[in-house]
Structures are given as C-alpha cells and as structure tokens.
C-alpha cells in the first residue's frame, strides 16, 4: 500500500524559507512521477512542482524547487522567499509514469493516483 506523508509545515513571517518533506513508501517508485501540489480556502488545488522518481528531473510551475532522495525515499520542497499568498495545505502525490518521461506532462491533478494528508503552511505578513 503506497503511503505519501508531509512533514514541514508551519508558521513562518513573508520573506522566510521552509523545506517540506515528503516520505514515500509501500513500493519503489522508479515508474512513478512525484508532485506536490496546494490548495488555499475557496480556491482549487493547484499543481507547484514535480520530479520523474527515476532521471530526477524536475519542473516547477514558479519559485519553489523540487529533489529527492533515493536512500531515503523522500521528496521535498524547498520554499524561499515566502509571501502571505503562498499559505494554503500542501499536499505530496504519486502518478504511474512512463519512466524518464518528463514531469511536465505531470500538472494535473487528476493524473496522481497516490496523494498524502497535507501539511499546513501558513505565512504571515
């Protein structure tokens, strides 16, 4: 059973950085595309960044930036310059990919067949 947990979320002041992580576990993920994505109130879930589990190559939809970690099996986020607009839930998912195939082709939400609980990110002004 795949299990997909956040770790990192927080309060934190505009202009700060956060890192979440992302443990991913219940199979290898060599096949896999691994993506986070957000949701703020009212709005929809949007996608942030994503990283192909086996070439490491990654694409962002703006500031943040996506790695992993084979060993550990963890992905993160690393979140620089944070700004009020950027608190919402901050969800980790996994998508069946073709391998190598980049994380491009991997925004939308409805391609994730895995998804964690979320971990809150909260940025003040």
């Known amino acids: 059973q795949v299990q997909l947990v956040e770790s990192g979320g927080g309060l934190v002041q505009a202009g700060n950085s956060l890192r979440l992580s992302c443990t991913a576990s219940?199979?290898?993920?060599?096949?896999?595309?691994i993506g986070w994505f957000r949701q703020a109130p009212k709005k929809e879930r949007e996608f942030v960044a994503a990283?192909?589990?086996?070439s490491g190559t990654t694409h962002s939809a703006g500031r943040f930036s996506i790695s992993r970690d084979i060993d550990k099996n963890l992905v993160y986020l690393q979140m620089n310059n944070l700004a009020p607009e950027d608190t919402a839930v901050y969800y980790c998912?996994?998508?069946?990919?073709?391998?190598?195939?980049?994380?491009?082709?991997?925004?939308?939400?409805?391609?994730?067949?895995?998804w964690g609980q979320g971990t809150q990110v909260t940025v003040s002004s």
């Open positions: 990283i192909n589990w086996s």
């Open positions: 219940g199979r290898t993920f060599n096949n896999y595309v």
């Open positions: 998912a996994a998508a069946a990919a073709t391998i190598l195939r980049s994380p491009r082709y991997y925004t939308g939400k409805s391609q994730y067949n895995y």
